[in-house]
């Protein structure tokens, strides 16, 4: 099971992307699956193709956990 997840590194806007595991307090990188910026763009300081990146948790200041039912749940617009 992955989860989807928001990094908030250190100097860098947010980074969201999907980890398999949740770090433990031992870990000194985190590997994040299909980098993209919030909006779901492609990052621009990474080359065509990544899939797969490697953080060290030293550059993390937090890390946000989305919840699967809460994305199902999020009405974008709505017009009366």
């Given at each position: ?40 763009k ?27 039912r ?7 617009f709505?017009?009366?």
């Amino acid at each position: 099971m992955s989860f989807t997840v928001v990094l908030h590194i250190q100097n860098e806007s947010p980074v969201v992307g999907e980890i398999e595991l949740l770090p433990a307090l031992t870990d000194q990188l985190i590997a994040v699956n299909n980098p993209r910026t919030k909006e779901g763009k492609d990052l621009q300081y990474l080359d065509e193709g990544v899939v797969t990146v490697y953080w060290p948790v030293s550059r993390i200041n937090f890390i946000e956990i989305v919840s699967g039912r809460e994305e199902e749940e999020i009405i974008s617009f709505v017009r009366e």
